[in-house]
């Protein structure tokens, strides 16, 4: 009982990318949150940077479980692209939230 693979909502656009943007943006929103109830304090700065490294981190751990399971194992994971999109969409998401 094999299942086909999903099907990306854009053509170029492959669903791990999507994945890491989508987590990215709500990562961002909740740095945003998390500096919003602190005050913008160092205790705030550092809950922040905890929260940006381990969530990255377990993402991108994540995601490499994912490309490992579906693809033989001599194919590498795209790591570095993850992360950029990752932290393309975060940035972005502090940047946009000013608009929210």
Same mark, same amino acid.
């Given at each position: !009982?094999?299942?086909?693979?999903?099907?990306?909502?854009?053509?170029? $656009?492959?669903?791990?990318?999507?994945?890491?943007?989508?987590?990215?943006?709500?990562?961002? =929103?909740?740095? !945003?949150?998390?500096?919003?109830?602190?005050?913008?304090?160092?205790?705030? !700065?550092?809950?922040?940077? $905890?929260? $940006?490294?381990?969530?990255? +981190?377990?993402? +991108?751990?994540? !995601?490499?479980?994912?490309?490992?399971?579906?693809?033989?194992?001599?194919?590498?994971?795209?790591? =570095?692209? @993850?992360?950029?999109?990752?932290?393309? +969409?975060?940035?972005?998401?502090? @940047?946009?939230?000013?608009?929210?």
């Amino acid at each position: !009982m094999n299942k086909s693979p999903a099907k990306s909502i854009l053509p170029l $656009v492959s669903n791990d990318t999507l994945s890491c943007s989508a987590a990215g943006l709500l990562m961002g =929103q909740m740095v !945003m949150g998390i500096s919003a109830h602190h005050d913008g304090s160092i205790a705030g !700065m550092v809950l922040s940077l $905890v929260f $940006v490294l381990c969530g990255g +981190a377990s993402i +991108a751990l994540f !995601m490499s479980h994912r490309h490992v399971e579906s693809r033989p194992r001599t194919e590498r994971p795209p790591v =570095q692209a @993850w992360l950029l999109t990752l932290g393309g +969409a975060f940035i972005a998401s502090i @940047w946009l939230g000013r608009f929210l």
